[in-house]
């Protein structure tokens, strides 16, 4: 039996590797090893125009999808104006943010399980019409467990909500999660729920109980895709298997 086909969003960006300076469609290894190590065979998606109008073509052939974190999203997408500290909507990024609307969007028409991450868990509640804090020391929370400095992670634990997917994939609590962001979750969008809390009562985790298997974290498990992060990396790729298998 083949193995489930896991698309990942990547994203482009300027890189130096070897003899080479140059733009790059990339993705953190945390990503391809979590997908990798749950059973699945990972497939990089780089953001284009044409995939956002046609997302079904890239879906196509896949059984599951991982939203990856990455730069802000445009705070136009939900309403509001770009703050001191919030990352400046180049074009490139508006590509990806279109992008990735749009599969999120037909990943959710097909019930194709997906797994949101950091940046992702914000895509996801903007999708819905959620917001977002676009700075969580204005929401008077503690920046440093989230992100102490920019390249460093933040630890901190995390409690899920008893009867949610995210309990029942991770337990009653994740101790020590890699935490890098600024923003957070303002308001909840239409049909998710929240499915974790910070330390510090910020929300950490939500899903969408109309679907099969549709979740997202605010922290980053492809820093412990062999270790903390796997379990997570595992539901998507079983839900996707089985979801492969109905199809078959």
């Given at each position: ?9 990547a ?55 991982v ?16 703050e ?8 490139e ?34 999708e ?36 949610t ?22 308001e ?61």
């Open positions: 039996m083949s193995r489930p086909r896991i698309g990942i969003c994203y482009r960006t300027h890189a130096r590797w070897t003899h080479w300076d140059l733009e790059a469609t990339v993705i953190p290894q945390g990503y391809v090893e979590g997908v990798r190590l749950a059973g699945g065979v990972p497939i990089l998606l780089p953001p284009t125009p044409e995939g956002a109008e046609d997302p079904a073509e890239v879906l196509d052939g896949l059984d599951g999808l939203l990856s974190g990455g730069p802000d999203l445009n705070p136009a997408l939900y309403g509001a104006e770009r001191e500290g919030t990352d400046e909507p180049t074009p990024r508006q590509i990806r943010d279109a992008f990735e609307l749009s599969l999120l969007r037909e990943a959710r028409r097909r019930q194709m399980p997906v797994l949101g991450i950091c940046r992702g868990l914000q895509l996801m509640n903007v819905r019409g959620g917001t977002l804090v676009q700075d969580v020391t204005r929401a008077d929370l503690d920046l440093a467990p989230h992100r102490p400095q920019l390249g460093t992670y933040g630890r901190h634990r995390v409690t899920t909500e008893s009867g997917v995210t309990a029942s994939v991770l337990g009653e609590s994740v101790d020590d999660i890699h935490s890098h962001h600024h923003q957070g979750i303002a909840v969008g239409e049909g998710l729920i929240v499915s974790g809390h910070a330390h510090d009562g910020s929300i950490e985790a939500i899903e969408d109980p109309s679907q099969p298997f549709c979740m997202a974290v605010l922290w980053h498990p492809e820093e412990a895709a062999a270790g903390a992060g796997a379990p997570l990396f595992k539901a998507l790729v079983d839900a996707a298997s089985q979801g492969r298998n109905g199809r078959s």
